[in-house]
């Protein structure tokens, strides 16, 4: 059992210690949502995290795996919207950044792409990840502008 797997586990067993209580605990949703995202089971998180956003408005993170939902569903309109909510929540979160990133690459907009990747690396210079995502896109954008394919 992976960690991902443990932490489905526990949270599981906090939703059941919170029921029998007769309590509720909003924050779970957005929490199991984005495990179950990191699981790529999309199906599963996308209400989890539909009513996260519903119970905690203000969880820019939650907004941003709600984005990526959305955008793997094909909705970019809802996607991007998502996105948008959680930097007016929280602008410094380079995973937001990152992810409207990829939407706008998605979308075919590479010179908005790079502004995007760019904050996100900015944020996080030290992910690897942003890195090598930012170095992709700016060697696409350069290529386009020197006019080779």
């Given at each position: 059992?992976?960690?991902i797997?443990e ?6 067993n ?5 029921e029998q ?12 949502g984005?495990?179950l ?6 199906t ?5 995290l539909?009513?996260?956003v519903?119970?905690?408005?203000e969880?820019a993170?939650?907004?941003?795996d709600?984005?990526?939902i ?7 309109k809802?996607?991007r919207?998502?996105?948008d909510?959680?930097l007016?929540?929280d602008?410094?979160l ?9 939407l706008?690459l ?5 010179d ?6 760019q904050m996100a ?14 170095a992709?896109?700016k060697?696409h954008?350069q ?5 080779k394919p």
């Amino acid at each position: 059992m992976d960690q991902i797997d443990e932490a489905l586990g526990e949270l599981s067993n906090a939703r059941d210690q919170f029921e029998q209580s007769g309590r509720q605990e909003p924050r779970l949703n957005p929490l199991e949502g984005h495990v179950l995202l990191l699981k790529k089971k999309y199906t599963r998180a996308a209400p989890l995290l539909e009513q996260g956003v519903q119970e905690c408005p203000e969880d820019a993170r939650c907004w941003s795996d709600l984005g990526v939902i959305k955008a793997a569903e094909g909705d970019l309109k809802t996607a991007r919207n998502a996105f948008d909510r959680a930097l007016a929540i929280d602008r410094d979160l380079a995973v937001v950044w990152h992810n409207r990133g990829f939407l706008n690459l998605k979308e075919g907009d590479w010179d908005q792409a790079l502004v995007d990747l760019q904050m996100a690396a900015d944020l996080a210079p030290h992910d690897p990840q942003v890195a090598k995502d930012l170095a992709r896109v700016k060697h696409h954008v350069q290529q386009e502008r020197q006019g080779k394919p």
